[in-house]
């Protein structure tokens, strides 16, 4: 029976075969900077160590730190002991003097607030690969028009390119999840997409909190049925038909500044 605490969503990898496809993914260069989210029991980190030179992990139990720690401080891995939610990538970015290459079975927990968190530090992330439940990486992958298409997928979009690697049962985790778990590749973009500031959380927000209504009924704070017709839209059309970039161009009618 391994001990686990539910409130930092800890379930432990042991599946050798899974372990290995998620390094294989990786594909670890000399002279990279690595950084493992939630290392717990050090599944990932320990061949993580055995290809890189040095490696930082996140760790906010404090317990497992102090094992990491023991097992692991002398073969190169910089334990940060604290709160991924509240890490600073970008000064770590800079100390390291090179983007990050994050890594993570993440807590599913605190998934959501976590990749916004990480999509804020995105000028100092080269990539990621995070396992996370499987739903949510297949609404961070979806296509328009797809039922798991909503307002992360459109938030991250301009961002990053993703891709689902592969799904992982609950039989890979001690304790066992309930859910199935899936591995994605976020690459971060040089250049966005498209334009995008403020105004695109807003109308992205405002339009998938109200995901049955039409566009007209949803961004009615933000913008007239004529204002999205003449960006070549559909004021008739659902939220979850539009593509990032359309999402963009109502962004960009919106009249600054906002309220
Ligand atoms: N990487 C290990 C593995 O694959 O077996 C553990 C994965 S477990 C799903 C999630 C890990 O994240 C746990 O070690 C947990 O303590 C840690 N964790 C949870 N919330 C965290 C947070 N906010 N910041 C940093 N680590 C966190």
Redesign the pocket.
Known sequence: MVFA?KR???????DPGV?AQIIEAIDPQPGESLV??????????EPLLELCDGLDA????RD?AAELQQRFGARGLTLHV????K?DFAMLAHARGRKLRVI???????STP?LFHLLDHRASIFDLHV?LQREVIERICAAPGNGDYGRLTVMLAPWVTAEHLFDVGPGA?RPAPQVWSAVARLTVRETPAFPVDARYDRVVSAAFSQRRKTLRNALRALLEADAIAACEIDPGARPETLSPEEFGRLARAVSEPLA
């Not at 493992?36 to 980190?45: D, K, S």
Request: charged share 15%.
């Open positions: 605490r930092f969503g800890q379930n432990f990898l042991h372990i493992e989210i939630g290392p717990g029991r050090g599944a990932l980190t996140i760790e906010i139990d497992l604290c709160d991924a939610l890490f993570g079975n993440l807590p599913y927990n605190v976590l396992m985790f």
